[in-house]
């Protein structure tokens, strides 16, 4: 235990050093362009105040003050998009490990599904005073029926003035319209991205809720199915992104029955109807591929493959975090490993899923997950090409987090 739990402390203080200043030349690297799935040789990124600021053509004689790359890739930093930030780390020791856990694989944004955002906003006050490196994180407001919430404790509002907060609501069938839009302001207020619509939520429900979120700039997330409504009456009231490929099933996915028929052609065709309906609006697939195999899904693999040929876009997010000795560890990285060889997905793709399509789910399009100006310098330096392998993540040389490089 004592072994283990110096190890966590050795990995605090390594990754907890960031070199002084925002600004930076980095010369001569290969640029890893996510989006067209290419390498771009020989280029000097500069970075300012946080963002990238200029991209061109190296010159061939470093300069003054450039930190040579030559022959080196970068690449954009990861998103996971199925994080509960909120929840995981709940004592200054889990945040800590969660941080430096994330930041070494590469993590440079997070998406939070649902939690305590009282403690999302403890460890952003700590990022901000310097006391702890790591990821940015989009927080959600998380929505569900009374019968998700029973008769227990609230425990992500326990101890607010409410048993409703920004961050946490119950609505029913006859919550009104004016009530909707007012709570989905109050949200956008406390800092949500979106809304994660959990359960007990009806089709009708999402058909109103939907438009809200739109007029409001605020992101329409969800599960997969929302109890009582079904995995296609979510993509049709248009919720953006969904979660957990397993709940396309509904209920009935849950039952010893459904194992017998699982891969009939009926139910293949019935869950392709849906997947091509995805593919056609444009709705993210966050897969939790990862979790499902902790959990003995491992069908969920074979939809996740089943959505991809479809043409669904995939997000990389893991929903899961384990525990070794006293600290948390991020699972990111094998999630990368299992939609590549389970899920059949291309190498460019599962890259994508862990930038571009994660950028789109946040509604940081243009903003993270890319190199171009302007972008947030959020970034990674590789020994090889991960676009050939994803050992590559693995094998990083040094990570910058808002422009600064973590030693």
């Known amino acids: 235990m004592l072994k283990k739990l110096f190890s966590c402390i050795v990995v605090i203080l390594c990754v907890a050093c960031v070199t002084n200043g925002q600004n930076a030349k980095l010369y ?14 020989g280029m000097t990124v500069s970075l300012k105040n946080g963002k990238i600021d200029k991209v061109k053509k190296a010159k061939k004689k470093i300069k003054e003050g450039q930190t040579d790359y030559t022959g080196l890739f970068l690449m954009p930093g990861l998103i996971d998009s199925h994080t509960h930030w909120g929840s995981f780390s709940v004592t200054p020791q889990y945040m800590q490990s969660m941080a430096d856990s994330y930041i070494a694989d590469g993590v440079t944004t997070v998406r939070d599904a649902g939690g305590d955002a009282r403690i999302v906003r403890r460890y952003e006050a700590k990022q901000d005073s310097g006391k702890i490196i790591g990821p940015k994180v989009y927080i959600s407001s998380f929505w569900a029926g009374p019968k998700y919430y029973g008769k227990g404790v609230r425990q992500d509002t326990r101890g607010y003035e409410t048993v409703n907060a920004p961050w946490n609501q119950e609505i029913t069938d006859s919550t009104s319209l004016e009530h909707l839009e007012k709570i989905i302001i109050e949200a956008k207020g406390y800092g949500c991205t979106g809304l994660k619509l ?9 058909k109103k809720i939907v438009p809200l979120c739109h007029k409001h700039g605020v992101k329409p997330w969800g599960h997969f199915a929302t109890f009582p409504a079904t995995a296609m009456d979510v993509i049709k009231a ?7 490929t397993y709940l396309i099933d509904g209920m009935e996915g849950f039952t010893p029955e ?46 996740t493959n089943e959505a991809y040929r479809a043409g669904v876009k995939i997000a990389a997010g893991t929903d899961w975090v384990h525990m070794e000795g006293e600290c948390m560890r991020s699972a990111f990285l094998d999630e990368l490993d299992l939609l ?54 693995r094998q990083r040389v040094a990570l910058y987090l808002n422009g600064k490089e973590i030693k």
Do not use: W
């Open 258 to 303: 459904f194992k017998a028929k699982r891969f009939t052609p009926e139910e293949i065709e019935r869950r392709d109807s849906i997947f091509r309906e995805m593919a056609r609006r444009g709705t993210i697939l966050d897969a939790t591929v990862k979790i499902c195999m902790e959990g003995n899904m491992e069908f969920a693999a074979r939809y």
């Open 198 to 206: 959990y359960n007990d939520i009806s089709y009708e429900m999402l």
């Open 238 to 244: 248009g919720v953006e992104t969904v979660s957990h």
């Open 340 to 393: 590549a060889d389970s899920c059949g997905m291309s190498i460019p793709d599962v890259l994508r899923a862990a930038t571009t399509v994660g950028a789109e789910v946040i509604g940081q399009v243009g903003s993270v997950g890319v190199i171009r100006e302007g972008a947030d310098a959020d970034l990674l330096v590789l020994k090889t090409n991960p676009l050939e392998s994803l050992k590559a993540l």
């Open 28 to 41: 001569n690297v290969n640029i890893v362009d996510v989006e067209n799935g290419k390498v771009i040789p």
